[in-house]
């Protein structure tokens, strides 16, 4: 399975992660400072499928609270708040759960 690192630089994750302190996380910048703003639609497709670890084709609630670690797997869990911040924000058809093309637009939003 690919890696967070073979699209993204280490340093940019890292300094991502270090903006995301206890109750910090903010899906825009993160994706801002780790430079997934930055990425085509097939990267953003690759990153989606890390995310989306049991491979239903959907980014579930389950699996955005473990976004962070996704990235690192010392990071922390996303709190109850930043998850469902994260979820309406990517969730356009409110189905709740983030399908691929969901995840690449909110990227991009």
């Known amino acids: 399975m ?3 690192t073979s699209v993204l630089e280490t340093k940019d994750i890292e300094k991502a992660l270090a903006e995301c302190a206890a ?3 903010n899906h ?29 084709g959907y980014i579930e609630v389950d699996e955005l609270k ?7 797997k010392s990071a922390r869990e996303l709190n109850d708040t930043e998850t469902n911040v994260f979820l309406t924000a990517g969730d356009s058809d409110h189905d709740g ?3 691929v ?9």
């Open 101 to 109: 093309d969901e995840f690449k637009n909110m990227v991009k939003a």
């Open 66 to 72: 473990l976004f962070l670690q996704s990235f690192s």
């Open 23 to 25: 109750g910090a996380f």
């Open 28 to 56: 825009k910048t993160f994706f801002v400072t780790s430079g997934l703003i930055k990425k085509s639609d097939d990267e953003l497709a690759e990153v989606f499928n890390i995310l989306d670890k049991d491979q239903s």
């Open 97 to 99: 759960k983030i399908g």
């Open 2 to 4: 690919a890696s967070m």
